[in-house]
C-alpha cells in the first residue's frame, strides 16, 4: 500500500496520540516491572510442593479414621 | 538452587498456568480438610472437595512434559504431587458422598 509508505512519521505519530486520547489510553504507559512478580512466582514454587504435601498428609490421616 | 542455566522458567505461561491452579485447589481443599477434620458441615466439605478437584485436575493437564530445565523438573514433580492428591480428594469425597447419603437414608 503506497499511501501507507508515503505517510510521513509524525502524521502517523499524531494521528496514534488522537486515537489513544479518545479512547483514554496513556501511549507512555509503562508496562507494570516484571521483577515484581517473577520474585513472587518463585517464592510461590518453592512452596507449592510443601502444599501439596501437606494436603497428602492430611488426606492420608483422615483415610486412617 | 542452581541457576546457571537461561532462566525465563518461572514466567512460562505454562508454568504460571500450573501454578495458578495449584494455588487455587490448595485453597479449596485446605478449606475442606479443616471443615472434615474438625467434623463440621460435610456437605460443605463435600463442595469444597469438588471445587479442589476440579483445580486439581486443571493443573495436572498443564502440558509440561518434554521441557528441559530445572523449573520443568519442578513442575513436573509439583504434577506428580498434584496427581496424589487428586487421586486421594477423589477418594476421601466418595467416603463423604457415601456418608451422606446414608445419613439422608436413616433422617
Redesign the interface.
Known sequence: NSSTLTTPQGQVDSLMQEVADEAGLDLNLDLPSAQSSAVGQSTASASASGEQDELSQRLAKLRQM | MTSKARSPG??DPL??TQ?HH??KA?EY??KA?KI??EDGRKDVAVELYRKGIAELEKGVAVQIRGQVGE?WD?AR??QD??M??LV??Q??LEVLEKMLAMNHHSS
Open positions: 518461572p514466567a508454568l504460571v501454578k495449584h494455588r490448595f481443599i485446605s480438610l472434615d477434620e523449573p519442578k514433580r509439583l504431587k498434584m496424589t492428591n486421594m480428594a477418594d476421601r
